[in-house]
């Protein structure tokens, strides 16, 4: 496992959510680097779990009660898709229930998905789709698509901001990077805001936009 961070050392955290009692399942990738380096194994612990506990506040907060966030894993920098380094990632088990309650509110499709525009100041913007966010009444269905109301909106964004503050007084930073053996530093780029985009897609469960979440790393 982790066993030392380095300064800007870029890590993967990757979040798994799943229906329970049924098979479908999906995940989201995030990149994030610490400001300090750690090099005490025993604080390097306690740091990746305070980044968990972050995660976890973020995800449940957005996710309906209906599913549920199934696990964390914090691993050296891996492009999606790519297998996990054994001697370098560490998986937390979470099987914790969204904290979305939405009663009389009936859930939307899980093909329903919510766009978070993650801004940078210089080079290309960066995207996240969040299943299972908004449910029926909180979104106005058409036949041009479904936008997401005001208030539903302005829920998510409180969240965000809060993991944003979270992220950067445990001397963490989300950021955007890319590369198929290692990230490409010159290329990293710190993600400076998230916002809630009001207009939602619309992704097939078994589009390769998101992780093949079933792997059981």
């Known amino acids: 496992m982790l066993t030392s961070l380095e300064a800007n050392e ?8 799943t229906v329970p009692g049924n098979k479908i399942a999906w995940a989201n990738t995030y990149e994030v680097v610490p400001t300090v380096a750690v090099t005490d194994p025993l604080e390097v612990i306690n740091k990746l779990e305070a980044l968990r506990d972050i995660f976890i506040n973020l995800e449940r907060g957005m996710l309906n009660a209906a599913y549920t966030l199934d696990r964390i894993i914090i691993s050296t920098y891996v492009p999606d898709g790519e297998p996990y380094n054994p001697f370098t990632f560490v998986t937390f088990s979470v099987n914790q229930a969204g904290d979305y309650f939405t009663p009389g509110n009936p859930l939307l499709p899980l093909e329903f998905c919510t766009l978070v525009k993650r801004g940078v100041v210089y080079g290309r ?25 005001g208030a539903r909106v302005s829920q998510l964004n ?6 944003k503050a979270a992220l950067n007084s445990n001397s963490w930073k989300l950021v955007l990077a890319s ?15 998230l916002t809630i985009k009001e207009t939602m897609r619309f992704k097939k469960l078994n589009n390769r936009y998101f992780d093949r979440a079933m792997d059981t790393n």
Not at 158 to 163: A, E, Y
Not at 179 to 193: C, H, N
């Open 10 to 17: 870029v890590l993967t955290v990757r979040t798994y959510k």
């Open 125 to 149: 913007q960066g995207n996240i789709l969040y299943r299972g966010v908004v449910a029926a009444n909180d979104a106005i269905v058409g036949p041009a698509g479904a936008v997401i109301v």
């Open 158 to 163: 409180v969240l965000l901001d809060q993991f």
């Open 179 to 193: 590369g198929q053996e290692a990230p490409d530093l010159s290329t990293l780029r710190e993600v400076t805001t």
